[in-house]
């Protein structure tokens, strides 16, 4: 998993554009502004069930928490822990978003452009750095 993590580093990196070269999006991202809820649900089941990424950082995520050792109601609270820090990137800016729209509208909308430029070098960085660590604890238990 670790190797697999890595390579997607590397490929990610190399998709990244050059400094002051715009982004290219995804088709689906560019559709997100016109999206229905129903749409947005099945795009959001499908981006955290069926993407590559998340596939794999999800199972290094298990055969952590199963290795660590411990019984199955600490590995319970464990992966509950995991899954709430997981699903925060997502829940805390839609959350703010339904409590403040006009106040959140702005700060999103930079982060967003921000996000679309440097993504490829954003997820590099985090897959290399998942990689390592799951390449080093798989070693350690040798």
Not at 11 to 37: C, F, N, Y
Not at 69 to 95: D, E, M, N, Q, Y
């Amino acid at each position: 998993m670790g190797a697999g993590l890595l390579f997607l580093a590397v490929r990610q990196w190399r998709s990244r554009p050059r400094p002051g070269e715009p982004a290219k999006l995804p088709h689906w991202m560019g559709a997100i502004d016109r999206m229905t809820v129903g749409r947005g649900l099945l795009l959001g089941f499908l981006l955290a069930a069926v993407n590559p990424k998340n596939l794999l950082l999800g199972a290094a995520a298990g055969v952590s928490i199963g290795a660590s050792g411990r019984g199955p109601g600490s590995s319970f609270v464990v992966t509950i822990v995991f899954l709430a820090i997981a699903a925060a990137s997502v829940a805390v800016p839609v959350l703010a978003y339904l409590i403040a729209a006009s106040l959140m509208a702005g700060p999103l909308r930079g982060l967003r452009g921000w996000l679309e430029q440097n993504n490829g070098t954003v997820m590099s960085v985090l897959l290399l750095v998942i990689g390592v660590v799951v390449i080093g604890k798989g070693l350690g238990n040798f």
